[in-house]
């Protein structure tokens, strides 16, 4: 079941977070403050706990939402949660009044990228060093 998370998750979301994103993953603060953000939503995977979550990032000046993370347990892999978490994304922030929807990958995650393109995302434009010195980015955009 996909579900808004709330402060109670804060654990299991870290959890993930470590486990699939140990060199750049955030912080227990800054995931604190996603979950409980007005301008952001996050949205978990709750089956027998949390398999994976999604979070988006709105702000007033824009008709996009920014999709900030989507992470998925690697046990749960392949079974479709991935995709429900980015139809629910894609719903929430239609939701929410937004048009567009961007993210951004590292240029070299084709895994990522080819899961992005599967769902309506396109490559727009290439950040150099976005992530560190020599590891560049790509922001991917799609319509609502």
Excluded at 14 to 42: A, H, I
Excluded at 115 to 120: N, S, V
Excluded at 123 to 134: K, T
Aim: hydrophobic content about 35%.
């Amino acid at each position: 079941m996909i579900r808004p998370a709330d402060l109670r998750d804060l654990g299991e979301i870290q959890r993930l977070e470590d486990e699939n994103f140990p060199e750049d993953g955030f912080s227990r603060r800054r995931m604190r403050y996603l979950v409980t953000s007005s301008s952001s939503l996050t949205l978990v995977w709750d089956g027998n706990g949390i398999k994976g979550y999604v979070m988006l990032l709105f702000r007033k000046d824009t008709d996009a939402a920014r999709m900030y993370s989507i992470c998925v347990d690697r046990a749960a892999r392949n079974r479709g949660l991935g995709s429900a978490l980015m139809r629910a994304a894609g719903e929430a922030a239609r939701n929410k009044g937004c048009r567009r929807m961007t993210l951004e990958v590292r240029e070299g995650n084709a895994e990522a990228i080819e899961f992005y393109a599967f769902h309506g995302f396109k490559g727009r434009r290439r950040l150099r060093d976005y992530y560190a010195p020599g590891v560049d980015g790509l922001r991917m955009e799609k319509r609502l």
